[in-house]
């Protein structure tokens, strides 16, 4: 629908549409780099994408593929998993979050949110002392780096797609870059993974084990040695700690581990069901 530009903001402009509807459109949906980039009273061919009823308040669209109904538009040409060396900061967001170019890829909008920074999963009281005085000037202190425009980032690795935004989104945090899979798709039988015991089901005689935020699976009763054990060892009872597993099945979102002897040794072929 036609909608012309009524007000500018850090974050995005504000419309009037069908003769005297009020509607938003963020940042994340502008083609342009800032919404300093448009002017008031000017005309663009927008979409609704979302109405909120009680509050009257309207959320559209100037995205291609969104205002053409374009799926194509939105294709990612990278998939998850995908790292990139040598990704260059293009554009500061509002919040402090980024628009990164990558290697390779672009023409592919990236997004890195502020929470997957470097120095996001550190938390600052690990590196405090016992000085009472120097714990509380660590704690204050920031850990995340901030990055500049133009920067260029050594490692980043797509950790989702947004289909609807047509957006890869990115991380810098340790954990995720270093870890095995990112989905569960990724995951095959027979792979050797960390995983961190994430938490401990006595009455069903079981443990989750996670290998990120996104992936988790179970190391039941019988994979926690060769011989039958009536009980969860102990050393598999520390929640947080790290353990090397093997992958035994995969169905779906559905994984076991095996933690026996036999059965993590690299000539040891487990077969897939």
């Known amino acids: 629908m036609n909608a012309k530009i009524a007000k500018i903001f850090e974050n995005g402009v504000s419309v009037s549409f069908l003769g005297g509807m009020q509607g938003t459109i963020f940042v994340d949906h502008l083609p342009k780099e800032a919404p300093t980039k448009y002017k008031v009273g000017e005309r663009v061919q927008a979409r609704v994408i979302s109405h909120d009823f009680v509050s009257k308040a309207s959320a559209l669209s100037l995205l291609p593929h969104i205002c053409e109904l374009d799926s194509k538009k939105a294709s990612p040409t990278c998939e998850v998993g995908a790292q990139f060396d040598k990704a260059k900061v293009t554009q500061i967001v509002y919040g402090g979050s980024y628009k990164l170019s990558l290697p390779g890829c672009e023409q592919q909008a990236a997004f890195l949110h502020k929470s997957h920074l470097p120095g996001a999963d550190v938390n600052p009281e690990d590196s405090a002392s016992d000085d009472g005085e120097t714990k ?21 690795r797509v950790k989702a797609v947004n289909y609807f935004d047509g957006v890869v989104q990115l991380t810098m945090r340790n954990q995720i870059l270093n870890s095995a899979a990112l989905d569960y798709s990724q995951l095959t039988v027979g792979q050797f993974v960390n995983a961190t015991i994430d938490s401990v089901n006595d009455p069903k005689k079981q443990v989750v084990l996670k290998i990120n935020d996104f992936v988790k699976g179970l190391l039941k009763l019988d994979h926690f040695a060769d011989f039958p054990v009536k009980q969860i060892p102990p050393k598999f009872t520390a929640v947080g700690k790290q353990i090397k597993v093997r992958v035994f ?10 933690k026996k002897d036999t059965l993590m040794k690299h000539d040891v072929p487990i077969p897939a069901s």
């Open 249 to 258: 099945s995969v169905e779906d979102r559905k994984v076991l581990f095996t």
């Open 136 to 156: 509380k000037k660590q704690k204050a202190k920031k850990v995340i780096d901030e990055l500049k425009l133009g920067q260029t980032v050594d490692k980043v």
